[in-house]
């Protein structure tokens, strides 16, 4: 993809995810990779963004090749992509639900088979670190490790994407996932799926959907 794709696609993932009540105010960044680098939302914004223009384009050592001024967690972004080379997007939010459970300090456990969407049989949540700090890129590589979600104690969520729209409809999911299980634990305690469960439903999921048609 060319860099104002990626451009267009990051200001675009932003505004979504804002339609969809995830990112609210500038409580939360979203970024593309590029050939160099990645774009990545601007300090301070807010979905909608006025042009992809003020979306700010960087390599991953904090350079800025335009007159954009990237968001704080840019190093976050920088730490993901180069210990991920499959993420292409990375989406970072404040939504209610996934930060109502991070604020507990807890995991998303196995309460639910879709939780293997992210990996593996949990979403883990990665511990308090002041914000915009190498502290916090250093703490979320480790919980995204085997996984392509995580939460963050006392402050939100992350999700890897492939695609821009992969990234949305994780997004998405892991909010429904963590208000579902709140939910649960509100009216008792949720039973957990087994790991052999877990792995019979990521094995279904090998053979479910169109992209596994297509690839059988």
Known sequence: MTLET????VSAL???????????GSS?????RTRDGMAITPSGGSPPLRTPTDVAVMDLDGGVAN???PSSEWPMHAAIYRAFPDARFIVHAHCDACT????LAECLPAFHYMVVQFGGEDVRCAPYVTFGTPALAEIAVTAL??????????HGMIVLGRTQQEALAHSLLLEQLCRQYLLARAAGTPRLLTTEEM?????RFRTYGPRAKAAG
């Open 6 to 9: 990626i451009r267009n696609g």
């Open 14 to 24: 932003y505004e979504e995810l804002g339609a969809h009540g995830l990112i609210l």
């Open 28 to 32: 939360g960044n979203v970024s593309g």
């Open 67 to 69: 007159q954009a001024t």
């Open 100 to 103: 109502a459970l991070a604020c």
């Open 145 to 154: 490790a085997g996984r392509t979600a995580c939460l963050l104690a006392n």
């Open 199 to 203: 792995a019979a439903a990521k094995d």
